[in-house]
């Protein structure tokens, strides 16, 4: 059971809502695989691939899977968050 929960938890996809915790989390996981989806709340293909995320995270628990809104690209500098090219409306 507790290796269950453990699985559980590696499986998740993690949140990120700095540039900095993005900067950590691949500065942590520089030796792994790091899948990384920048979405948007506003655009419903977004909402469709954070499920897909979901279900790649419990399928594959050893690849870290991130999260996080448009903007926290490294090296984008100055992209706001809700800019985001799937939805028509942004520059991204």
């Given at each position: 059971?507790?290796?269950r929960?453990a699985?559980?938890?590696?499986a998740a996809?993690?949140?990120?809502?700095?540039?900095?915790q993005?900067?950590?989390l691949l500065?942590?996981?520089?030796k792994?695989l790091?899948?990384?989806?920048?979405w948007?709340?506003?655009?419903?293909?977004?909402?469709?691939?954070n499920?897909?995320?979901?279900?790649?995270?419990?399928?594959?628990?050893?690849v870290?899977?991130?999260?996080?809104?448009p903007?926290?690209e490294?090296g984008q500098g100055?992209s706001?968050?809700?800019?985001c090219?799937?939805d028509?409306?942004?520059?991204?």
């Amino acid at each position: 059971m507790v290796a269950r929960a453990a699985e559980a938890a590696a499986a998740a996809v993690e949140e990120v809502s700095s540039a900095g915790q993005f900067e950590e989390l691949l500065h942590l996981k520089a030796k792994s695989l790091f899948v990384a989806h920048f979405w948007a709340p506003q655009a419903p293909q977004c909402a469709q691939m954070n499920e897909v995320m979901t279900q790649l995270a419990k399928e594959h628990p050893q690849v870290s899977f991130v999260k996080a809104p448009p903007g926290l690209e490294p090296g984008q500098g100055g992209s706001k968050a809700g800019d985001c090219s799937c939805d028509g409306g942004g520059q991204g």
